[in-house]
């Protein structure tokens, strides 16, 4: 190793763990409410992205708003948020615009969720539990900005920090996948059924991420699909 990389991966090693892993039948574990802890999700977005699909299960018993994913590029808060305002009321951000999509549902059960956007037509998907809410609009003609800052447990509002609190998550995530495409119907309920097709962006099953704080990878015990 020369001395360069020697001193990158002491201070690297210094700031988080960071990890390349398969976390099939894993889950992130968020066990307290802070302004720290987190896990950065390590990507390669080298272009801008006109299409994208994002999945992943999620269970908390929060009952104030939260954030779910935090992809912010170099001065751009918000260029691809979900954000989950209460039980049932799923918000995604693109280039720090905002549409909601509502759905009735227990408000303490597992959720799998996708979400898709199309630069082409602006149109922005929610499938909550395999199942599609209604279409909404937003940033037609828009690209989300590449080289972002990824993360899971907090809400960013600088490119990597800034954390609030109060719009921390406490809970586990699991199975998150990114895709630069559109996923067909077809394709999304392969994703629920835990048969995602090959994910180019993030992939649950070889995922890049730095834990940093209070943030423990345990076996998930908990399904939304009931068997
Ligand atoms: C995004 O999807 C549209 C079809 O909806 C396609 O025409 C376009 O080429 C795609 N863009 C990229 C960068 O793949
Ligand atoms: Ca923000």
Request: hydrophobic share 35%; aromatic share 12%.
């Amino acid at each position: 190793m020369d001395k360069l990389l020697f001193w990158v991966s002491v201070l690297t090693s210094l700031q988080g763990t960071l990890s390349q892993t398969d976390l099939r039948g894993k889950a992130f574990v968020f066990p307290r409410e802070s302004s720290s802890d987190h896990v950065n999700l390590i990507a390669e977005v080298k272009k801008p992205l006109q299409n994208l699909t994002l999945c992943l299960r999620a269970y908390s018993d929060l009952s104030r708003p939260y954030s779910l994913f935090s992809y912010n590029a170099q001065g751009k808060d918000n260029e691809l948020l979900i954000y989950k305002e209460k039980a049932g009321q799923y918000n995604l951000y693109i280039g720090r615009s905002k549409v909601t999509a509502k759905v009735v549902e227990d408000p303490l059960a597992p959720v799998h969720m996708c979400t898709s956007w199309e630069s082409s037509t602006g149109i922005a998907e929610f499938w909550i539990n395999g199942k599609p809410l209604v279409k909404k609009g937003l940033k037609q003609g828009y690209s989300v900005e590449p080289h972002p800052k990824i993360v899971l447990g907090q809400e960013q509002d600088s490119y990597g920090g800034s954390f609030d609190k109060s719009q921390s998550f406490v809970g586990e995530i699991a199975d998150l996948y990114l895709w630069d495409t559109v996923l067909s119907p077809e394709e999304i309920q392969l994703v629920y059924q835990d048969s995602p097709p090959s994910p180019n962006i993030l992939n649950w099953r070889d995922l890049n991420y730095e834990v940093n704080g209070y943030v423990v990878t345990k076996p998930r015990v908990w399904s939304e699909i009931l068997l």
